[in-house]
């Protein structure tokens, strides 16, 4: 599958109609974003089941200032709309394909429980 770009204005329909989406937050400028491109692609191809979408960070600075995008690439993944990992530096295909291997093992059931609990900890008293 070839990559999406991702905008301001299909962000919200693409991680809530997608079972898991990778962003790769880049720039055109920035060489190790230009590194890792063929990799993304070539990891998006063997998952067609997965949207691989990139965000560049020049044309969408609102929706990389939400993510708090500081260094590219980063690298996120959602998965049943649950942020699941965010992490910047460009990855080599192997390690990429784990990522991808792992978070589509998690069971989801038990991710949001955890969210669950560590939100019911982390409320105040009496609320």
């Known amino acids: 599958m070839a990559t999406l770009e991702l905008t301001a204005d ?20 920035c060489g190790p974003c230009k590194s890792f491109a063929p990799t993304y692609e070539q990891v998006s191809e063997k998952n067609p089941d997965v949207v691989f979408a990139k965000c560049d960070t020049e044309a969408e600075q609102d929706l990389a ?9 980063t690298l996120a993944i959602f998965r049943d709309n649950i942020l699941l990992f965010s992490q910047p530096g460009a990855l080599p295909q192997s390690a990429l394909e784990e990522i991808v291997a792992k978070v589509r093992e998690l069971d ?3 991710v ?16």
């Not at 939400?66 to 690439?73: A, D, E, L, N, V």
């Open 112 to 127: 949001r429980a955890k969210i669950a609990e560590a939100e019911a900890n982390a409320a105040p008293e009496g609320t």
């Open 108 to 110: 989801m059931d038990d």
């Open 65 to 73: 200032g939400q993510f708090g995008i500081r260094s590219i690439p």
């Open 10 to 29: 299909n962000f919200e329909d693409t991680i809530t109609g997608n079972e898991m989406v990778l962003i790769d937050f880049w720039a055109d400028w």
